[in-house]
């Protein structure tokens, strides 16, 4: 009867452990940050938008790390276009390339330091297919890249993992080490006042589609929920 007793105890155990590793959260993360603390190519959070169609698309967020290898900073894949909108850091080239509806632009000559916080916001508009980059309050060039078609399906959004395929095809050369807070999305291009406001961390109106104060997110793997410490509040 005590060997019985085991099974059933450790089976129990095991049921919890994986209901835990599926369950959504809904959260205000302000203050707070994800801690990506090692090299993985299983290790992400998928967020939960609010909608299914974007004709403009604003995404921003802070990031920091230290490591020295081209990493994802954003990616959201729909069933026919894995990168339908990613941001990433090239370092091989040193710069930031967003992809959207597959089609690609590059952006060189920003201070992308390592061991500091960055925030960095990308604007796209389907109908004039302009985009733009925001480094740490300061503007890039508006550039060409795609319009006349709308971002459109059901989308998963993951940090930490570049999405190869539709919610998979990660590569652990491509996963992202560091803290990651302040991630929001919206279904407009943001003013350059707006931006600014976000940059400056003074009160903005918060993202439609993900709002950091009221996130709704899954964690897999090896990713914590911290508070910023008080020397990293500093972006």
Not at 156 to 183: H, N, P
Not at 186 to 213: A, M, Q, R
């Amino acid at each position: 009867q005590s060997k019985k007793l085991s099974v059933v105890s450790k089976t129990v155990v095991i049921t919890i452990s994986i209901v835990s590793l599926c369950t959504r959260h809904q959260s205000d993360l302000s203050g707070k940050m994800f801690t990506f603390p090692q090299q993985s190519a299983t290790s992400l959070v998928k967020l939960t938008a609010s909608e299914l169609l974007y004709r403009a698309v604003t995404v921003c967020h802070r990031s920091f790390t230290d490591i020295k290898r081209n990493h994802v900073l954003f990616s959201l894949a729909t069933p026919s276009i894995a990168n339908d909108f990613l941001m990433i850091w090239d370092d091989t080239n040193k710069e930031l390339q967003p992809h959207i509806r597959n089609a690609k632009t590059v952006y060189g000559g920003l201070d992308y330091k390592l061991n500091m916080w960055h925030s960095i916001c990308t604007t796209w508009d389907s109908e004039s297919g302009l985009v733009q980059m925001w480094f740490d309050g300061q503007p890039t060039i508006r550039k060409f890249i795609t319009s006349g078609s709308a971002i459109t399906g059901s989308n998963i959004i993951t940090l930490g993992q570049e999405q190869d395929s539709y919610g998979g095809g990660y590569d652990l050369k491509q996963s992202f080490v560091g803290m990651m807070s302040d991630v929001h999305m919206w279904d407009h291009t943001l003013s350059p006042c707006e931006i600014h406001k976000y940059v400056d961390g003074l009160n903005f109106t918060p993202g439609n589609v993900l709002n950091w104060g009221a996130l709704e997110f899954q964690i897999t793997g090896k990713v914590i929920v911290e508070d910023k410490e008080a020397e990293m509040l500093n972006f």
